[in-house]
């Protein structure tokens, strides 16, 4: 008994001392590093899957939350539990007999990305949450799903859908840069210590979203055990200090946007090609010349250089400047 009193305390002990002293980096890096420890067969993971189908079909309309800006939501992970009174989702295993966990145990990575997903959408769709987690489940289960999944497999699964990633990690996610970090992005992934003072209350992963109501620009916490969707903050860090009652810590923050482009674009604007464009939308800058001068552009910084007098209409829009061209012409 003593021994077991020892051993727990000594546990406690350095659950506290990760949360409190542990960089988020190697948080991170830790949690990564599980993804190899007790992976998921392809065979148990197709099981899970056509369980999930054929619950997704059943449980859909009663498990999606219609939130203050119009779109569907999964809000309370509770519900895909057996706590709804009805047949749990499966994700991940609990030992080698492959016995199923319930994803309302350890789904917050995949619900915060299908959030994400429909929030992108721009419409009030049901989605295909199984399939996510599907692809969660046999990539990113740390130990088997005990853990969840590693929030670095959502940063390469949001890269591989071909979304702008931008991502702050623990004393990086003040309140400053959190500022002009919210300004470049749509929508955010947010995961965070249940409780600051000790890991033994777990992780959460979350999806936040802009809302704008009355020219105002504000933002809403989904699957947060509190508010469900429905509360409107003025700030991400106010979304997030409310989240457990201010108990929580940011470990790292996605922010997340679709790209404009992904190619290249040159074209020669007359028959003796004396006038071109030259544009990229990767990088969001544009060149055009009509013969006798030139003009250079960048998007992203917002700075103008030319050459003599362009006969390029221009215009300025609120704060930063915007090339815009005044034929038919669409780039």
Known sequence: MKRQKKESRIRDYLLQLISKHVPAGAVLAGYSLCTHIGRISGKTAKEHLAHNQRLWEMRKDSVLQRAADGRLYLERQALLGEASGAEAFHFGVKDRHHTPLFADYNS????????????????????????????????????????????????????????????????????????????????????????????????????????????TTGYLLHNDYHCYGARWYPSLTAAIEDYNFDRAKIIEVLGVKKKRCTHCFAESLSSDSSSWLLWSGTSDWLLWSDGSSWLLWSGTSDWLLSSGICNWPLAACASSLRLRTLSNRRM
């Open 108 to 215: 917050c990575e995949a619900i915060a990305v299908f959030n994400l997903e429909q929030f992108l959408s721009g419409e009030a769709q049901t989605g295909d949450f199984p399939k996510l987690l599907y692809t969660f489940e046999r990539n990113a289960a740390a130990c088997g799903g005990r853990f969840g999944s590693a929030p670095s497999a959502v940063e390469r699964y949001l890269k591989k859908s071909g979304l702008q990633v931008g991502k702050l990690v623990g004393t990086a996610c003040d309140r400053k840069r959190l500022l002009a970090f919210t300004a470049q992005f749509e929508a955010f992934i947010v995961v965070v210590y249940n409780n600051k003072n000790t890991l033994r209350a777990g992780i959460h992963t979350m999806c936040v979203t802009k809302d704008v109501r009355n020219r």
